[in-house]
């Protein structure tokens, strides 16, 4: 639970949900919420936090309820030092729960019976209602925000009143003795026995200091997390992709399937047999054929189950009457389980959420995708906090796939650019992957390298926009049922004597090779993708570099110089080659992208004939 307020919530519920999905005992069943999560907040940050109301506005939601959560709002009346009337315009610090229906006692907190009825109203209304519910506990700080803080400085009217004011144990113990209930030796034995029960804790935490840190997860892992796995093949067989083509064509009797989407079915069993599968089939035949092999699938994301540019179609509905179809999930009567839903238009609290998931259930894989990757910074605070260190702060491992489409296309700064750099600068001590890669067969073998490697760890992938339906881009069927994940894709055109080598990763590719086309100088010019940006294939990248010993080398990139992969291979990649590599790109910017169309194509044009000259 990071000092960031309130960032947990989410995760809480992600790892609440992916229990239960494990328990499995359908929407209908007296256990279907048999997991039950608890929240404990501030009275200050419940009000003031927004990740609270993202996390209350999943609650009833398909794809992230949990059959209610017990909030329990710890009101000291006082946030460190700022006032309910300088910290929130409602009237109380629970207002925000008002925008679900979710009921809140109001129960002092210097009268425990009433406090445990409340616990107990709480617990009964989730158990029957599967809402949530909120207990606002309204009681004191006695002493300051932290062992250094003196409250009195601040709030000195409050605090000459909790001076004097006697505690809530003091207070119940005299009403227990008071109505006979217990006598005052009694009452003394149980707070000494307590304290010694404290004590024991106390010194055994001692103990642990000096032990080796346990490792945390999920106590049904599939893996030590210390030792290190990759499968030696990723390919699957002609039989198992002609399959995952064949559930497109098996449209169930009397549903109606939107007249558009007829020839893009049709098209999907095509491609499994004869090729030129593009990036939407390439990426649903890694989901199929994981779930043939037991591996359950979780996407959850920004307009996820048609994809942003119309690419995935992973769920049709009815044309007549809105039904669903979900062809991935008819593939096998054994198959694991598929899951993929349109999220609340949420960052910070969605990518939480899955986050709680992916650590909760690490034999599953379990994505998140952006509408543009630009927008993944609204979940910024878990990126930070968890999903880039947490394996480093806590050992707790968490295996979430980050779906950011990224590509500068012309489209202005709030719709290029997924920023690289920054994850590119919070990479190190493998704590996670981060790959653009620029074919679908690569990213096939990627997700299913993902999916069974250890230890288990994020891996981000800048997904393409463009590349969706660029036929340069597709992909064989041979290139499904042989080979792997290329970190690093050789140029396969030009000779050993090429003057120039090209190092680029993602989108640009495409237009150098054309470019390269169009001049002739397909000998000349080596291009060489670097597909996996970290951990750097630094010795890959060196070894196709070699073939070309009197070229001079280039790293070429849409960002601006300041942006991008090439802040983090001016550090990283340069000081391991024995190379000279010049830098061509945008110049260095403050946005990531201009906003108008032609003067991104004058600027691509510029960079294009900055390299070939013409």
Request: aromatic share 8%; no cysteine; charged share 25%.
């Amino acid at each position: 639970n990071p000092s960031h307020l309130e960032a947990v919530n989410p995760v809480l519920e992600g790892i609440v949900r992916a229990k239960q999905d494990r328990l499995d005992h359908g929407p209908d069943s007296p256990k279907s919420y048999s997991v039950l999560p608890i929240q404990v907040h501030g009275d200050a940050s419940f009000a003031g936090q927004g990740v609270v109301f993202e996390t209350m506005q999943m609650s009833q939601l398909r794809g992230y309820r949990t059959g209610g959560t017990v909030h329990v709002v710890i009101n000291n009346q006082v946030g460190f030092t700022t006032t309910p009337s300088q910290s929130r315009s409602s009237t109380y610090a629970t207002d925000v729960a008002r925008s679900i229906q979710a009921p809140v006692f109001h129960v002092n907190g210097d009268d425990p019976e009433a406090v445990v009825q409340a616990a107990q109203l709480a617990y009964e209304y989730r158990q029957r209602f599967h809402r949530d519910v909120v207990i606002d506990l309204i009681t004191y700080r006695r002493r300051g925000h932290n062992e250094g803080d003196d409250p009195s400085m601040t709030q000195p009217g409050m605090y000459n009143l909790i001076s004097n004011k006697t505690s809530t144990r003091r207070l119940y113990v005299d009403s227990l003795v008071g109505r006979g209930d217990i006598t005052r030796e009694e009452a003394d034995q149980a707070a000494a026995d307590y304290k010694n029960h404290l004590e024991a804790a106390f010194a055994e935490i001692g103990e642990a200091e000096t032990s080796p840190i346990p490792i945390l997860g999920s106590a049904h892992g599939i893996e030590d997390p210390t030792q290190t796995y990759k499968p030696e093949s990723t390919a699957i067989s002609d039989e198992m992709l002609r399959r995952i083509g064949e559930v497109h064509a098996e449209i169930p009797e009397n549903f109606n399937v939107h007249p558009k989407l007829l020839a893009l079915l049709e098209r999907r069993n095509k491609m499994a047999i004869d090729g030129n599968i593009d990036w939407g089939f390439a990426e649903l035949a890694a989901f199929g054929s994981l779930m043939m092999e037991g591996v359950p699938v979780r996407l959850a994301g920004q307009d996820s189950r048609r994809g942003t540019f119309v690419q995935r179609h992973a769920v049709f509905y009815d044309r007549e009457n809105n039904d669903e179809w979900t062809p991935l999930s008819s593939l096998s009567h054994d198959q694991a389980k598929f899951w993929i839903y349109n999220s609340l238009l949420s960052e910070y609290a969605a990518v939480g959420f899955e986050y709680g998931y992916s650590v909760e259930r690490p034999e599953a894989l379990v994505l998140w995708e952006a509408q543009f990757g630009d927008f993944v910074n609204g979940a910024q605070i878990v990126i930070d906090e968890f999903i880039s260190s947490s394996a480093q702060k806590w050992s707790q491992h968490s295996s979430i796939v980050l779906l950011l489409p990224h590509g500068y296309e012309g489209q202005g700064p709030d719709h290029s650019s997924a920023r690289i750099e920054r994850f590119l600068q919070m990479s190190a001590e493998d704590n996670m992957r981060v790959v653009q890669p620029s074919y679908g067969a690569n990213h096939f073998h990627l997700l299913r390298e993902h999916a069974y490697s250890t230890p288990r760890q994020p891996l981000i992938v800048f997904s393409p926009k463009q590349l969706l339906r660029l036929r340069a881009a597709a992909s064989r069927v041979e290139d499904f049922t042989q080979g792997r994940f290329m970190p690093v894709v050789p140029d396969d055109t030009a000779t050993n004597s090429a003057k120039q080598v090209l190092l680029v990763s993602g989108r640009l590719y495409y237009d150098l090779v054309d470019r390269r086309q169009k001049l002739g100088m397909e000998s000349d010019v080596a291009i060489v993708r670097v597909e996996q940006l970290y951990p750097l294939p630094a010795e890959e990248i060196q070894t196709e570099l070699s073939k070309y010993t009197n070229a001079k080398v280039s790293w070429v990139q849409d960002e601006p110089a300041n942006q991008g992969p090439w802040p983090f291979m001016l550090q990283h990649l340069l000081p391991e080659l024995d190379r000279e590599v010049a830098l061509v790109s945008r110049p260095e910017a403050a946005s990531p992208s201009v906003g108008n169309k032609p003067r991104h194509d004058d600027e691509h044009e510029a960079l294009l004939q900055d390299i070939f000259g013409a």
